[in-house]
């Protein structure tokens, strides 16, 4: 099997490599983080750089990658914050990208 996010051999009846399950556990944990501190997390599990970008937008359950449903759950708490009931979902935050030129927002300056 190869892992449903890296697509690097994943281990028999395993979807995702030992990488991606430790941050899929992290993400699981620390729902509703912001991206800077899921990128400290992420970096901190000792996962390769250039792996947890794949992780990230890689939509392996169909509910939007994890990029967008870290973004969507962002944007959830600014707006209960604001008093708005209104929820986004990681498909509205897709469209949202594509429409306007955010997609800078949640990322880190290269270093
Ligand atoms: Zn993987």
């Known amino acids: 099997m ?5 697509q690097e051999p994943a281990g028999w009846w395993r979807r995702w ?6 941050l899929d556990a992290l993400v ?10 899921f990128m400290d997390l992420f970096i901190a599990s000792g996962v390769p ?11 392996a359950r ?5 990029r967008d449903q870290i973004a969507a759950d962002m944007t959830n708490q600014l707006l209960e914050a ?10 509205d935050v897709k469209r949202l990208r594509e429409r306007s030129g955010w997609v800078g927002l949640d990322r880190r300056p290269r270093e």
């Open 28 to 37: 699981t944990l620390h729902r509703g983080a912001d991206m800077g501190t």
């Open 62 to 66: 169909g509910h939007g990658t994890i």
């Open 82 to 91: 604001l008093g708005q009931r209104s929820r986004q979902t990681a498909g």
């Open 2 to 6: 190869r892992c449903g996010y890296c």
């Open 49 to 59: 750089r250039d792996k947890v970008e794949k992780f990230l937008n890689t939509d």
């Open 17 to 22: 490599c030992p990488d991606c399950r430790r």
